[in-house]
């Protein structure tokens, strides 16, 4: 008895800890998206664009400036031990694509949060530079993690 016992015990404590670890993971995940959508929709009356020149009629006492965000989101250890599972299997990792989605457009919202905060109603030229960060050394040993940096910058302006 002493020993199914200790058995239980052994298998159930990293089970729970694994669905903990993948329940906070998607909660936060889940959470992020949902104040993403927010802050889309607050942000929906300044016009984004990537068109180089300025979109529109261009208020002349406001001069155009540079703004710019940078990024990086990361995925969960245990996110990232089943994408790198999905890997050896092939076909699409969504893990990753969610972590560029999510990078993607907060950096989006943040340079759009800039310029309203420095009030201006619009961006133009917006431009997106990324980098995968995707494995680090850690004793000689490649240690897989899901990154994703995000550089966004663009030119804000007011129009008319």
Do not use: W
């Amino acid at each position: 008895m002493g020993d199914f016992f200790f058995l239980f015990l052994n298998l159930s404590v990293p089970i729970v800890l694994i669905l903990l670890g993948l329940t906070v993971g998607k909660l936060t995940e889940r959470r992020h998206f949902a104040r993403l959508r927010r802050d889309e929709a607050a942000l929906a009356g300044v016009l984004a664009s990537t068109v180089r020149s300025y979109p529109g009629d261009v208020d002349a006492r406001a001069e155009p400036t540079l703004v710019a965000a940078n990024v990086v989101i990361s995925a969960d250890y245990l996110m990232s031990l089943l994408a790198t599972l999905r890997k050896i299997i092939g076909g699409r990792v969504r893990t990753y694509e969610r972590v560029m989605e999510r990078a993607r457009r907060e950096a989006s919202v943040r340079i759009l949060k800039e310029a309203q905060a420095m009030g201006y109603n619009a961006v133009c030229n917006i431009r997106m530079e990324k980098t995968d960060l995707m494995s680090s050394r850690k004793k000689g040993k490649k240690q897989a993690t899901a990154m994703a940096s995000v550089y966004v910058y663009g030119t804000a302006y007011n129009r008319v």
